[in-house]
């Protein structure tokens, strides 16, 4: 029996008794120690819920402290991995823990549950989501605005910094806390910022926030984040987006054959200054955006110093 022929009969016998080929991500994790849930933690309440995780309030028994638990779903963490075949993308846990910044949510370690899903023990951020106070029209946002969108900035030029494109920033993403501490969240978009991670065809995000260059699946780079932060900025300062529509592929379309809202029409009292830095945030040509994130963060600290919004 040739070679070939002998891989073409394990692979129907596995069909046969219903044995799966493990996936390349799969098998990077076997080695991991496998943690039971139940004997670890202490679930208090579901916090929330993404497309790829359950995130639970938790007691953790190790850590003797109460913490935000997320888990990731199997099925469809393996299927995302599957995009980056060959390439070995550091999962959410790697990237997670990593991070060590004031910004950003600290991740105090990762596992595997014995139902061979990855989890993440964090921070528990007691606070709201950026998004519930514009969609609020929070008074907490008065006066805030700039604080919070310098402290988002200063976080994404730390992930920047680190070698990192998030690939998801927008108000859903960004907790504050009760001492106004803004935090960003979620990493499991993430990926190193290489050249062959920024090649073509790769299109993640949320649909609103998401590059005109990411959406036609060209070459991308950490101004996709840029462009992100500068959508949250608009929605932070007018409570609109320069592109209405659901997220799909309309709005996506949108972004590539309009040129987007003029914020004073959205908001007349905006000073000009503050509607201009607006506008040039969400330039669909990446070139004519701001080009880093400390290049935006100083204009935002000019700003406040001029306006108290």
Known sequence: ??????????????????????????????????????DRFELDNRLGQG????????RDKKLGRTVCLKILDK??????????????????????????????????????TSDGEIFLVMELIEGVGLNFLIETEARQLHGNRFNYLIQATDGLEYIHQQNYIHRDICPR??????????????????VPNTADFRKPGNRTGTANYMAPELIKRLTTDQRVDLFALGMTAFETFTGRL???GSQ???????????????????????????ATMLSKAVERDPRDRYQTATEFKQVLRDLKAKYPL
Not at 88 to 101: A, D, K, L
């Open 1 to 38: 029996m040739t070679r070939g022929a002998g891989v073409g009969v394990f692979s129907a016998l596995g069909k046969l008794f219903g044995r799966k080929p493990k996936s390349a991500f799969a098998t990077r994790l076997k080695n991991v120690e496998r943690t039971r849930i139940a």
């Open 51 to 58: 497309s790829m995780s359950k995130v639970f309030r938790a």
């Open 75 to 112: 099925v469809k963490t393996e299927r995302f991995e599957a995009r980056f075949v060959g390439l070995q993308r550091p999962h959410e846990g790697i990237v997670s823990t990593s991070f060590r910044h004031r910004n950003c949510v600290h991740t105090y370690e990762w596992g595997i």
């Open 173 to 190: 993403n960004m907790m504050v806390n009760r001492d106004d501490v803004l935090k960003l969240i979620d990493f499991g978009l993430a």
């Open 242 to 244: 320069p592109w209405e």
């Open 248 to 274: 799909s592929l309309q709005t996506m379309l949108s972004h590539l054959n309009d040129p987007g809202r003029d914020p004073l029409d959205i908001n007349p009292k905006l000073p000009k200054p503050v």
